[in-house]
C-alpha cells in the first residue's frame, strides 16, 4: 500500500514539471509581429511587412521593386536593373551646394495583411556654421551658430503627426519622431494594404556662407519601427512590448 502511494506521489511530481516545462516553453516563445527598417538594416519578425519607399529618391515603389529609369537604354527594361535617373534626389545629393532643393519622399506601405501601429524617425545631422537668408543677410551676424543642414516641410496629408524631438549629440544630429494619426489627434493604427503618402517631397541644404564644410556630408536618415494593434489595449501597450523585445 506504502509502495503504491509513493508511485503516486512521483507520478504527480513528473507531471507537474512536465506542465511547467509546458508553461516556460509557451511564454518562452511569446513574441508580438514587429517591423523595422532603415537602409542599412531591414528585418521583419512575424507577419507585419510595411516598407518604406521613395520614388523621387531612388525609384523604389511600394512593393520594392524600381521604377524604370527615364535613360534606361532598352523599353523594356525590367524595372529592377534600370539605371538610376539623374532626375532623381540621390544622384542630385552627389553635387551638394548652398541652398540645394532635393527630391526626398519617404512614403510608407502598409503591405501585409495586420493593421499596426507606426513610427517614422528623422535625423538630421547638425554643425557649426555661418549661414544666410535667401536675400544674403548674415543670419545671428555671421557668428557660427549650431544649425541643421537640411530641412523640409511636413506633408499635411501624410497623417503623420511630430510626437518628439531629441538631441543627439554622440553623431550630432537631431531627432524628429512622428507617429501615425490619419490627420487626428492621436495614434491609430495604419490599416492593412494601407499607403501613407509621403512624409516630405524634398529636404534643402542649408545656405552655408563660405566652404565650411568638407566634401564629406553625412545625408538626412528616414526610417521606421511597426508593431501589430492586434492583442493590445492602446498603442503605449504596444510600443511597450516592442522595446520589450529589443535587444
Known sequence: MEERKQKRKTRIKILAAVALIVALSLSGTLAYMTDYEAAENRFTVGSVDFNLYERN????????????SSDASSSNASSSDASPSNALGIKQAEHMYAGKVIPKDPAIK????????VRMTVK?????????EDDGTLVAGGQAVETELFTYDVNPDSGMTLLSHSVSPEDNSHIYEY???GGGNREIPVPAGHDIPPLFNTVTFANIVGGQLRDNIEFIHVDFKAIQAGGFDSPEEAWAAYQNQMP
Open 110 to 117: 502598409n503591405n501585409s495583411k495586420n493593421d499596426a501601429y
Open 57 to 68: 529618391w531612388d525609384g523604389e515603389l511600394p512593393d520594392g521593386s524600381y521604377a524604370s
Open 179 to 181: 507617429i501615425y494619426t
Open 124 to 132: 538630421i545631422p547638425v554643425a557649426d556654421v555661418i549661414t544666410a
